[in-house]
């Protein structure tokens, strides 16, 4: 990592872009508001883009209206900042405000990341872009505060799975202390972020679970999500987040994925493992990627002949 590089751009730069990817999740979010919060505090000129809206779950953060899609007259900053963006395909729209930036840099934990900018802050073993975030904060010599321990906490929270998976360490655990000794209030981001469904996603989650197959001896479990099921439960794409959970948690279950059909020729793949599958492995296939427990990708074609090639793709890699 270079964090102390990114300190001194940030002394050095009045303004600064921050952007994070396309169909941003709670690491996204949270880390980039953090990092903002911080900025504020040290009388920057910040402002901050996503192609893409925003999942009405995290309107309770403060600062989350300041999130705005790139415009024609784009801004030349100082400093433009990636957050939790392992390519620059993944800032969509946004990335012509990178190409624009006297100096650029990318905060990321995805080991797949490219290392596309001036500065390049990764680390693959972090649990989240914002535990990196924090070290950065704390680096920035601010006093920090609620909003930026709840930014925080939301996406170490959003990317561990609560504390569940494979990517939280005992450095995790230590984070999340500091953050409640911040002021992030656990027990109500518990409540907004994990137990405040829609009525919509409970329908579109029925539908998916009617359409689960199990495959390889109940070590693969596969769901899909048609526009015809959004359409009967008046569901948008984010509430198909969080389903893939239900099928990974099956017991015996090693490999999940969920088939989100955009179009008729667009399937959008998300991919969950539990210890052994390097589901990054198999998200490369489609030109996707991500973590080796956590991936996703794109398949265009229709649904039953992107089902069929995942199939494919995983029989393969089970016999190697």
């Keep these: 990592m270079k964090m102390n590089d990114i300190v001194k751009a940030i002394d050095n730069s009045p303004s600064v872009a921050l952007i994070t990817h396309i169909n941003p999740d709670g690491d996204a979010i949270g880390s980039t508001l953090a990092l903002m919060h911080a900025l504020d505090k040290i009388g920057k000129l910040v402002d901050v883009y996503c192609q893409d809206d925003i999942p009405n779950t995290f309107y309770f953060l403060n600062g989350i209206s300041r999130i705005i899609k790139p415009d024609q007259s784009i801004k030349k900053y100082d400093l433009v900042i990636a957050l939790d963006c392992s390519d620059p395909e993944r800032m969509g729209s946004c990335s012509v405000i990178m190409d624009k930036a006297i100096i650029s840099a990318n905060i990321d934990h995805h080991i797949s990341n490219t290392l596309y900018s001036d500065i390049n802050v990764v680390d693959g073993d972090a649990s989240a872009t914002g535990e990196i975030v924090y070290e950065l904060i704390n680096l920035l010599e601010i006093i920090p505060d609620k909003d930026i321990a709840e930014a925080l906490y939301t996406a170490i929270v959003s ?28 027990d109500k981001l518990s409540n907004l972020l994990f137990k405040n469904h829609s009525l919509e996603w409970i329908k579109l989650l029925g539908q998916a679970i009617n359409s689960l197959r199990i495959y390889h001896d109940g070590k693969v479990a596969i769901m899909h999500i048609t526009k015809e099921m959004m359409a009967k439960a008046g569901a948008t794409e984010e509430h198909s987040n969080g389903i893939i959970q239900y099928a990974k948690d099956i017991s015996g279950v090693e490999l999940a994925a969920v088939l989100r059909e955009v179009d008729d020729s667009t399937i959008k793949v998300s991919l969950r493992s539990q210890s052994i599958v390097d589901v990054s492995v198999l998200a490369k296939k489609f030109g996707g990627g991500g973590h080796r427990r956590a991936s996703g990708c794109t398949i265009n074609l229709p649904l039953i002949q992107a089902q069929e090639n995942l199939m494919k793709a995983i029989d393969l890699y089970f016999e190697e």
């Design 159 to 186: 990317d561990t799975g609560r504390f569940s998976y494979s990517n939280t360490t005992p450095k995790t655990h230590r984070v999340v202390a500091t953050l409640i000794e911040w002021g992030a209030d656990i």
